[in-house]
């Protein structure tokens, strides 16, 4: 069975702080993507990564895809309110199939 | 991208009866799917739709309790059937991007209670 690591399960921090959310996995992904989710509402796509040691940034949002493909982080850097929600990694692996972490939940504090 | 609008978007059901959740999709596309989710936690895929033949199931969720329909290309139906206070939760639809990758798109949700 494939699994998706994420760590941690729950973030509480102030507000201008920096953090990093990870996802590992023994597996490797054809390609993965990171999604926010807030309450009431589906998840929503931040990004995707495909290749090995790609990293890509949506303004303080740092997102790394690991050299093997097995594993991808999420920095966030000087976090604010608006950032607090539910991150959600998925993993592919093949024949339109994902695998989803299990979810960080972040609460940034004002 | 799509967007995805689901009904009803919440709602409170005795025990023993069942609901159907709809999910419509503002443009054409291949794949959808119907996840549930647990409040504040991670998805769980409960099928793939296909349009025009039987759905597609996970280990452990069977067509009798949660049938599927997908009668056209923008749209699919998920009834959560003789229902009981275990399949109190969020139940999602989705569907693939045109992109190369499983990027999805998901709808609001449905927020179901079973008392």
């Known amino acids: 069975t494939q699994l998706l690591e994420q760590s941690p399960q729950f973030l509480s921090i102030q507000e201008g702080e920096n953090l990093t959310v990870y996802c590992n996995s023994s597996?490797?992904?054809?390609?993965l993507q990171w999604y926010r989710q807030e309450p009431g509402e589906g998840p929503v796509l931040l990004v995707t990564v495909v290749t090995g040691g790609e990293v890509k940034k949506l303004k303080r949002l740092t997102f790394q895809f690991g050299d093997a493909r097995k594993d991808s982080s999420l920095h966030i850097t000087a976090a604010q309110p608006g950032d607090t929600g539910l991150y959600l990694c998925?993993?592919?692996?093949?024949?339109?199939?994902?695998?989803f972490g299990a979810g960080t939940r972040l609460f940034v504090k004002a | 991208s799509a967007v995805i609008s689901q009904k009803p978007s919440r709602d409170i059901c005795q025990r023993g009866t069942s609901l159907t959740i709809q999910c419509q999709v503002d443009?054409?596309?291949?794949?959808m799917f119907w996840y549930r989710q647990q409040p504040g936690q991670s998805l769980t895929l409960i099928a793939t739709a296909n349009q025009g033949s039987e759905a597609t199931y996970e280990s452990g969720f069977v067509i009798d309790k949660f049938p599927i329909s997908r009668p056209n290309l923008t749209f699919s139906t998920l009834t959560v059937s003789n229902m009981s206070p275990e399949d109190s939760s969020i139940y999602l639809c989705?569907?693939?991007?045109?992109?190369?990758?499983?990027?999805?798109?998901f709808g609001p949700g449905t927020r179901l209670t079973v008392l």
């Open positions: 597996s490797v992904f054809s390609s």
């Open positions: 443009s054409q596309v291949t794949m």
């Open positions: 989705s569907a693939l991007g045109l992109a190369s990758y499983n990027e999805q798109f």
């Open positions: 998925a993993g592919e692996t093949g024949g339109f199939k994902t695998i």
